[in-house]
């Protein structure tokens, strides 16, 4: 158990909805990442916050956002889904920025879209 | 750009034999390399980080890899492998001026018994 939590573990959802992805990061950690999994593009980087504040920006599509609150927990929210967001999404956490840092990964959230 | 290539999609080995799962990187500097490891409906596990020293680092799990600059290499290694073993496994850098992993495609290990 890497202390990281996301819920729900599985959504499964229409074409056109909208849905919201929950990371709650290990205790301490201030900069949580969000990475995409598919069979066509492999495990991709999203997007990173750092105690609040958007901090790097990946693959992450515009129909896609992001927000990290106050008490550190983040959202990732998928809007307009297509069939191609079907994917299991991660969410990891680290102490501080930067490469030294250990990233630990979540359990992730697979998302179906029907 | 950094990018991660692991040549191989798919491994089996036996149970009990060596095993060696190949990564390349392309980065012009020193880059920050990472093996990860990814069961079945699992997250993903660090095994073990390369960020300068000693080229031969040790991880979890009786794993270890090796960074060679000269073939921007970063091979994942174990002397004997068990059924538990069996997994994806990633590798990937994380380059200093950003703050993204990037990642290889993976390689499926397939253990037999």
């Known amino acids: 158990d890497s202390g990281v939590t996301q819920t729900p573990k599985h959504l499964i959802t229409a074409t056109g909805q909208r849905v919201t992805l929950r990371c709650s990061p290990r205790s301490g950690d201030l900069s949580v990442y969000w990475y995409q999994q598919s069979l066509d593009q492999g495990l991709q980087f999203l997007i990173q916050?750092?105690?609040?504040?958007?901090?790097a920006k990946g693959n992450i599509l515009e129909r896609f956002s992001a927000q990290q609150f106050p008490d550190l927990h983040s959202e990732l929210n998928l809007s307009s889904l297509e069939l191609g967001d079907s994917a299991l999404y991660f969410c990891?956490?680290?102490?501080?920025?930067?490469?030294?840092?250990?990233?630990?990964f979540g359990p992730g959230t697979r998302l179906t879209v029907l | 750009a950094q990018s991660v290539t692991q040549p191989d999609i798919h491994i089996t080995v036996s149970e009990g034999a060596s095993l060696e799962l190949r990564c390349n990187y392309s980065?012009?500097?020193?880059?920050?390399l990472f093996w990860y490891v990814q069961s079945p409906g699992q997250g993903l596990q660090l095994l073990l980080k390369y960020f300068s020293g000693d080229t031969l680092v040790q991880g979890i799990k009786g794993f270890e890899a090796e960074f060679k600059r000269s073939q921007s290499s970063f091979n994942l290694r174990k002397p004997s492998v068990h059924w538990s073993d069996a997994a994806e496994y990633f590798c990937?850098?994380?380059?200093?001026?950003?703050?993204?992993?990037?990642f290889g495609t993976g390689t499926r290990l397939q253990v037999t018994l």
């Open positions: 990937a850098v994380h380059t200093g001026t950003a703050s993204k992993l990037t």
């Open positions: 980065y012009g500097a020193t880059p920050y």
């Open positions: 990891a956490s680290s102490v501080m920025s930067g490469p030294t840092n250990e990233q630990f």
């Open positions: 916050y750092y105690n609040g504040e958007e901090r």
